[in-house]
Every structure is written in structure tokens, then in C-alpha cells.
């Protein structure tokens, strides 16, 4: 019963991943169809936000009991997910595997951290030096009873 419940679990976790990531395709067709740049920016910005929580959906349906999220893989689904939206970034992930977070406090988390790389990624795309190459670094660790 209890090996039942748990694929039951996944499976709606996968099946929310990817509403979320149809979502976004739809945003996405939206906004190539928009003229003004403010309004695609805007639309853009929503979609990144949706694959924020398909990400955390994602890293969720990885872990062995659906109710914590290895920090590992959130920052590693950030990642992917940025790369994805801006090519040619690199962006690389640090975080020991035994680093969880409860599932509750995952989708806020990949949300703030969503915004804090989108906006890291714009910002070094807009910069003199910026250059293809460059490499940014996700990392999480545990200091004392918070994680940093």
C-alpha cells in the first residue's frame, strides 16, 4: 500500500512538472508574438517564474521520499533551467548531497532563487567584460543551523 501511495505521488508530481512546463511553452509562444518589449519582458519574466516551480517539482519527484529536496538538485534544475532561457551560460552548482530542504520551503526557494539568477545572468550578459565563457557558481552549504 505504502509502495502504491508513493508511485501515486510521483506520478502527480510528474504530471504537475509538466502542466507547468506547458504553461510555460504557451507564455513562451505568447510572448514571440508580442511587439512591444516591455510587455514581452513582462510575459518572459512569467514564464521564468512557472519553470522556477516545474524545476522544484522537478528536483522533488528526484528525491527518495517526495517530502524533502536535495538542495543539490534544485540548484542543478536552476541551472539547467537558466542555461536553457539564456544559452551560452554557464553556470555551475555546489551543494553537498546531504543538503535537504522540506518540500514546502523548496518552491518559494526556487523562486527567490530563480529571480536572484535571472537577474545575475542579465546583468553579466550586460556588462563590458561579459563574454560567453564566463562562469557563475550556485552553491549552498550549512552553516551552523542555516544553510547559506
Known sequence: ALAAQQAI?????HRIKNS???VASLLRLQSAHMAEPVRRAAVEAAT???????EAHRALQ???????????DLLD????GAAVQHPG?????????ALTLDAERAIPLALVLAELV?????????????AP????????????????
Do not use: I
Not at 89 to 97: K, V
Open 9 to 13: 505521488a510521483r506520478e502527480a508530481e
Open 20 to 22: 507547468l512546463q506547458l
Open 48 to 54: 521564468a517564474r512557472v519553470l522556477a516551480v516545474a
Open 62 to 72: 528526484r528525491s527518495p521520499d517526495l517530502r524533502k529536496v536535495r538542495v543539490s
Open 77 to 80: 534544475e536552476l541551472a539547467a
Open 89 to 97: 551560460t554557464d553556470l555551475r552548482t555546489e551543494a553537498a548531497e
Open 118 to 130: 535571472e537577474g545575475a545572468v542579465r546583468r553579466a550578459a550586460a556588462g563590458p567584460s561579459a
Open 133 to 148: 565563457s564566463d562562469t557563475m557558481l550556485l552553491s549552498a552549504r550549512r552553516r551552523a543551523d542555516d544553510a547559506v
